[in-house]
């Protein structure tokens, strides 16, 4: 098989028939991971002839796609396309989703609702919302991804075992990304389309959104110290030497200084401080840490290369 289609789905018998079908127009296989539906959804998605997964209960998005990618580990596929099961993709796009994967110039694909300026059916208080989310995962990320929040997206197999699934809900999207880019993955974009009519949503977009941006600053505190610590350390300390000085002045004047504000002035230098530089540190441990894996995939490879010399030469003038 070339391509497998993973749809995560919970609760959607009524469009999972139809996206289904249309997608194994464009897939060799349709894998519906049904995450603990309390309707017909697995039955339906297998009379529409996908190969059909059930999560004994509901686990979130971020379990239905860690269940889809180990069975597309097992079993093979070139590349795997994530999907959306309530219709708001289009399943004729999932040509245009893994063409660069087989063309060799990408490893992670990811459609996007925004390039070159679309977007503008999208309601007005989700956009608020994606731009805030986008922001965030980019600065975590070091990337430059216009859609960050898009299920759309195609991975070559190769790439299956960089992602973590730590998180079980809809912050999976902004985790992959991050888990693409701490892989050093090749990612590209391309443009797709999407319809917000078929929107059956179960949960509030701005709780939603809430969660989702709690996952990315929680996971920049390890990916991104100095923008985590040291940044907003630096605007604490910043704040109350601004302060300090300020009640420094009024004292040489004949002022007194007062508990309150001088208590604030110190607490902000004290704690700005102490951010700044527990910033410092943990990036100076994240470099030596990238830095020794590094150099052991380095020896790893050198190794295999090795390996490969030894073989073509024996291959080529025989012995031992």
């Known amino acids: 098989m070339t391509i497998t289609a993973i749809l995560p789905a919970y609760n959607e018998e009524i469009s999972i028939g139809s996206v289904v079908l249309h997608a194994r127009q464009h897939a060799d296989q349709v894998v519906v991971v049904d995450d603990g539906s309390s309707d017909r959804t697995?039955?339906?998605?297998?009379?529409?002839?996908?190969?059909v997964i059930r999560h004994p209960k509901n686990m979130g998005k971020g379990m239905a796609l860690k269940t889809g990618f180990e069975y597309v580990s097992l079993n093979g596929a070139k590349v795997v396309v994530t999907m959306d099961s309530d219709g708001q993709h289009d399943p004729e796009e999932i040509s245009k989703l893994v063409e660069p994967i087989l063309k060799g110039e990408a490893d992670f694909v990811n459609g996007s609702r925004y390039m070159n300026g679309n977007g503008k059916n999208t309601p007005f208080y989700r956009r608020i919302?994606?731009?805030?989310?986008?922001?965030?995962?980019?600065l975590n990320t070091g990337l430059h991804i216009t859609d960050t929040q898009s299920?759309?997206?195609?991975?070559?197999?190769?790439?299956?075992?960089?992602?973590?699934?730590?998180?079980?809900?809809?912050a999976i999207e902004s985790e992959m990304l991050s888990d693409a880019a701490n892989a050093g993955l090749k990612i590209k974009?391309?443009?797709?389309?999407?319809?917000?009519?078929?929107?059956?949503?179960?949960e509030n977009p701005v709780s939603h959104g809430l969660k989702v941006l709690m996952n990315v600053l929680h996971d920049m505190e390890l990916n991104r110290p100095l923008y985590y610590f040291t940044v907003p350390g630096l605007i604490f300390a910043a704040a109350g030497l601004f302060?300090?000085?300020?009640?420094?002045?009024?004292?040489?004047?004949g002022g007194r200084l007062n508990f309150g504000p001088t208590f604030l002035m110190i607490m902000l230098t004290l704690v700005?401080?102490?951010?700044?530089?527990?910033?410092?540190?943990?990036?100076?441990?994240?470099?030596?840490?990238?830095?020794?894996?590094?150099?052991?995939?380095?020896?790893?490879?050198?190794?295999?290369?090795?390996?490969?010399?030894?073989?073509?030469?024996?291959?080529?003038?025989?012995?031992?």
């Open 42 to 51: 697995s039955e339906v998605a297998q009379l529409a002839g996908a190969y």
């Open 129 to 138: 919302g994606q731009n805030v989310l986008d922001s965030a995962t980019n």
């Open 151 to 170: 299920g759309f997206r195609a991975f070559a197999r190769d790439t299956l075992s960089s992602f973590r699934f730590k998180s079980t809900g809809l």
């Open 189 to 202: 974009e391309v443009e797709i389309g999407v319809r917000y009519d078929v929107d059956c949503s179960s």
């Open 243 to 253: 302060l300090g000085l300020g009640f420094l002045r009024d004292f040489y004047t």
């Open 272 to 320: 700005g401080s102490f951010m700044a530089f527990t910033g410092i540190i943990l990036h100076s441990i994240s470099r030596m840490i990238n830095e020794g894996v590094t150099i052991k995939k380095g020896r790893e490879n050198g190794g295999r290369v090795q390996q490969s010399i030894k073989k073509g030469f024996k291959s080529t003038f025989g012995g031992s």
